[in-house]
């Protein structure tokens, strides 16, 4: 039953960092200009401020702010960021690391040679399928060289950035304020819910009662309102994705800093190195089931060669998702609202991917409630969908120096899309079909799949050499050779990074 919303004259969002103020700052952007917008929070309570890596989508938010990427990205230390390199996910030989690349314009012209190279090889045939040499993103990143071509080169390469996510929120507050959103700090004592199950008002015993016609919760793992408050249910992920911890430490750059993001395994979870103009941002995140928090601190230490001098920080991770994340007059964002592990970096694209349907949604409905059970569908989809990606890296695994390892590779409770992905794959089918039909798709392409299952050297064990007797497969051999020649020749249009 459709339910008209209150006139909407007031919105407040509760709680800051990144989450909250891309909230404010895309709200006050999308809601008609007579809604006042206003960011409440309690200053003693830290942000998290560690997802520090985005996917290419935080430039669409910016796009739409206006906010010219020079301007930020200084006043952040960010870098820019052309994918995640994978090392020591496997134990297959040949396969210690693989690059996941954003897409390039070029790669239109070099994908199809990717996807069969990949399908001959699953055939048995020993042709080249690694996916660091199809794709122009990967060769950017081995040569160091920024996204950005110059004049002459027509084609464009999908990037994200690292930035220091303190600094982010600060930016965006700053430009939020200059919009007219309106902060004041606020700590919530209590929740005042009225008879139609509906938050009332928030109270604080420092500053009052705060009334409001809609709500934002942007209190992290805590849900103040939409878990505490109004009760809606979180459903846990962790069957599939056993890590729930992680450890942080700070490190200086290297002069030579690639643009890239690197995961590297670990005995019970995997570790980030994420470089800024400043500094490089390290952390391990693992599961407590497997390894206490000072024996994960030691390895990590271990790993970046670094002693006690150097400060760590623990955290606490729920990885799931919320059943409802637009629930009466409150929407969850961020935190609050569900967890992905960090693995591929798509905290902020969450946040802004709900904000912006929220905003859209509400809009189209009038200011009711009318498009919010296509809303919650579609944001669960989202998270599923990202969750079975990210499921996989576990999954595929064939590491046996850990139970971790061990317990990852033989876990059967499985998403039921990615077991049947996986089935598609070992049995030679085209997965292309599988992807659209399940909508997979619309959340990681089939390049990504690919690069995955590539990555992870997931073919027969036994490999007959091509017959290159045959013009077919002499002019197949000639077009991988050609894929590795355009990329080289594509990446002299980008410049060396020199952000630093």
């Known amino acids: 039953m459709v339910s008209a919303l209150k006139k909407m004259n007031k919105v407040v969002i509760v709680g800051g960092g990144s989450a909250g103020w891309i909230t404010a700052c895309l709200l006050r952007k999308q809601l008609a200009a007579d809604i006042t917008i206003e960011l409440v929070g309690a200053p003693e309570i830290a942000t998290i401020g560690v997802g520090e890596g985005s996917t290419p989508q935080l430039r669409g938010l910016f796009n739409t702010l206006g906010i010219p ?36 314009q070029t790669d239109l012209h070099t994908q199809d040679v990717f996807i069969h190279s990949c399908y001959y090889r699953r055939l048995g045939l020993d042709v080249d399928a690694n996916p660091d040499h199809y794709f122009l993103n990967a060769a950017l990143a081995q040569q160091g060289r920024q996204p950005l071509a110059d004049a002459s080169f027509p084609f464009s390469v999908e990037y994200g950035y690292h930035f220091d996510s303190t600094l982010l929120g600060q930016f965006l507050a700053t430009y939020a304020k200059s919009q007219g959103v309106t902060y004041r700090e606020f700590s919530v004592s209590d929740v005042v819910i009225a008879e139609d199950g509906s938050i009332n008002a928030l109270v604080s015993a420092q500053h009052g009662v705060l009334e409001a016609d809609f709500f934002v919760d942007c209190t992290g793992f805590s849900a103040r309102l939409i878990s505490q408050a109004l009760g809606v249910k979180f459903i846990s992920y962790s069957a599939n994705l056993f890590n729930d911890a992680a450890v942080v430490m700070q490190t200086p750059c290297l002069p030579d800093e690639k643009l890239m993001t690197q995961s590297t395994a670990l005995r019970n979870g995997w570790a980030w190195r994420i470089p800024l103009t400043s500094r490089v941002g390290n952390g391990y995140v693992y599961s407590s089931k497997y390894c206490s928090a000072e024996q994960a601190e030691q390895e990590l230490r271990a790993h970046l060669g670094v002693d006690d001098s150097v400060a760590a920080r623990h955290l606490k991770m729920k990885v799931g998702r919320l059943e409802q994340h637009w629930y009466k007059n409150c929407l969850a964002v961020g935190l609050s609202q569900g967890f992905i592990e960090p693995l591929e970096a798509t905290a902020l694209h969450l946040v802004q991917t709900t904000v912006e349907m929220f905003a859209d949604c509400l809009v189209k409905g009038n200011y009711s409630d009318a498009l919010q059970p296509e809303f919650n569908q579609r944001i669960n989809s989202r998270f599923e969908g990202i969750r079975d990606y990210i499921v996989g890296h576990y999954r595929l695994n064939n590491r046996t120096d850990s139970q971790y390892w061990r317990d990852n590779a033989a876990n059967e409770d499985l998403p039921l899309h990615l077991k049947g992905l996986t089935r598609a794959w070992l049995s030679r089918e085209d997965i292309g079909p599988y992807l659209t039909a399940n909508k997979l798709d619309s959340y990681y392409s089939i390049n990504s799949w690919h690069c995955l299952f590539s990555g992870y050297g997931i073919y027969p064990s036994q490999l007959v050499p091509a017959d290159s007797t045959k013009p077919e497969v002499q002019s197949f051999l000639r077009r991988i050779d050609d894929v590795g020649h355009f990329n080289r020749m594509c990446s002299q249009h980008y410049p060396l990074n020199k952000q630093r």
């Open 69 to 104: 990427e020079a301007e930020w990205m200084s006043a952040c230390n960010a870098t820019y960021k052309l994918g995640i390199e994978f090392t020591g996910w496997t134990d297959t030989a040949g396969y210690s690391r693989y690059f996941h690349p954003f897409v390039a």
